[in-house]
């Protein structure tokens, strides 16, 4: 992160400094690339695809279901082009650039030890700082709310990360690394620099926030702009949520992956199926403002952060308790259909898990039609009705999109698989969960034996341990059994 950075700023001093007497010298070499180009580009097309083929071959020998994710991830795309609006009109560098993005940062995120290292020391450092929560919600709620608890546990973080997400705002701090981040893309995938910019904000802030970065521009944004906007806030989550997320025991590194995944396939995702057929006003422009917030300190700009997420907090407890009871009623009747057929513990946390945090990554439902509806409406109200004539194909796109994620995420993800359970347990940290956890916490489940006078014991590797029972009641915090009930 910090070479990220440095990288940035020297670029920026180079550009400044040196950068017109480059242009000028290689402008030679420009002229000879445009002349090539019309026969490089399919040059370069066949040469990506024969790597891809092989790659798959090789890969998805050693697991042949991940070729299941891949089926679903050509189908989806296929289904978003068959419901374009101009099926001629398809930037395919748009779409091609975006998605080999995304593949590119799941590669990388999923499959490199350097990638898996960056975010998992990354999302670490996310769940030590919120939890600095701690220090208010005892302060309000006292100590044994806040221990017993599990919503005075994990709701005051939202309140938290939301009050810090507006003050990097106030900041400048969330404009300048969207701007960094909107570049990339924007060279890439040749958008235009406002649905750019909007979709990276997306990353980090909310659906309804992220139209706020390029507000002065929105009255004269194309249909296909607007619908580009409309799709990224579909995407992906805003960053209080996301610290609500990792609260709730979901693994930071994988939401975080997912975040920063879904802008390069929303954009493409959103070219596919609204392409450009208008003249923008704004392609080949450079320098876009971004707009502050309206905030006149600090303290207030903290203050409006932490109470924009009442709702946001309320809305929250209510999804949690219904989609957790539809949850194990699932896991319950699998659980049965398992044992009529001899599979003992069938649930709906294999493999799906990892699949799951990606594919859930997104505010693609319903009753965000409203919300974003609402937002961009108070901002534009001359836009009104061609915000509502793409809000419904956006909502498509952004439930597409998530569900791309998810399948990438299931070609590219390989299970860790644990040798020694009780040493990997006996040194985990059970704040976040991942599948080794849950490996290793089945075969506890599994060990454990409750003695007719109400003794626990357990058998196998577990037997004589002196962390056994301490594990058993971590691993009972995130997963279901009858093991628990003891």
């Known amino acids: 992160m910090t070479a990220l950075v440095v ?9 400044k400094h040196c950068g017109a007497k480059v242009l000028q010298l290689l402008r030679p070499c420009q002229k000879c690339f445009l002349k090539s180009w019309p026969w490089l580009k399919w040059l370069l097309c066949v040469v990506l695809l024969g790597g891809l083929v092989t790659w798959l071959v090789l890969d998805t020998s050693r697991n042949p279901e991940q070729l299941v994710s891949f089926a679903g991830f050509c189908f989806l795309v296929l289904f978003l082009f068959a419901c374009s609006k101009h099926h001629s009109a398809v930037s395919w560098r748009a779409v091609f650039w975006g998605l080999g993005l995304e593949f590119l940062l799941g590669l990388f995120i999923l499959r490199t030890t350097p990638g898996i290292q960056a975010f998992q020391w990354l999302g670490d450092q996310i769940q030590f700082f919120l939890s600095y929560t ?14 017993e608890v599990f919503a005075f546990q994990t709701l005051p973080i939202v309140v938290f990360f939301s009050c810090v997400m507006s003050i990097l705002y106030y900041l400048g701090i969330m404009q300048w690394l969207i701007l960094k981040i909107s570049w990339v893309l924007q060279v890439s995938m040749g958008t235009t620099p406002t649905e750019t910019l909007s979709v990276a904000g997306n990353i980090f802030v909310g659906q309804t926030e992220s139209p706020l970065l390029i507000r002065p521009y929105l009255a004269d944004m194309t249909n296909s702009e607007i619908h580009a906007v409309i799709t990224g806030g579909f995407s992906t989550i805003a960053g209080s949520v996301l610290g609500a997320y990792i609260s709730f025991g979901i693994d930071a590194a994988s939401l975080i992956a997912a975040s920063v995944m879904a802008a390069p396939c929303a954009l493409a995702m959103s070219k596919l199926v609204y392409p450009e057929v208008e003249e923008s006003k704004f392609k080949g422009k450079e320098n876009i403002r971004l707009s502050c917030g309206e905030e006149r300190n600090i303290l207030e700009a903290a203050s409006n952060g932490a109470a924009a997420s009442v709702g946001l907090v309320a809305n929250i407890a209510a999804n949690l308790i219904a989609f957790l009871a539809v949850l194990e009623f699932i896991n319950a009747a699998l659980r049965w259909l398992g044992e009529m057929v001899d599979i003992e513990g069938l649930s709906f946390q294999e493999r799906a898990e990892s699949i799951a945090t990606f594919a859930l990554c997104g505010f693609a439902n319903f009753s965000s039609i409203g919300i974003m509806l609402g937002g961009l409406t108070s901002l534009v109200p001359q836009r009104k009705s061609d915000c509502a004539s793409v809000v419904l194909r956006a909502l498509l796109t952004g439930i597409c999109v998530s569900m791309l994620n998810a399948c990438l995420a299931g070609l590219l993800h390989v299970p860790t698989e644990v040798s020694d359970c009780t040493t990997f347990l006996r040194n985990t940290n059970f704040s976040s969960t991942s599948y080794a956890m849950y490996t290793c916490c089945k075969q506890l489940f599994a060990s454990s034996v409750l003695g007719e006078n109400g003794t626990l014991s357990f058998t196998g590797s577990w037997a004589g341990v002196e962390d056994s029972v301490l594990c058993l009641v971590q691993c009972c915090g995130h997963y279901n059994h009858t093991a628990c009930a003891g």
């Open 7 to 15: 990288f940035f700023m020297c670029w920026s001093l180079f550009q």
């Open 134 to 147: 701690t220090a208010g919600s005892t302060f309000v709620f006292g100590n044994t709310l806040v221990e």
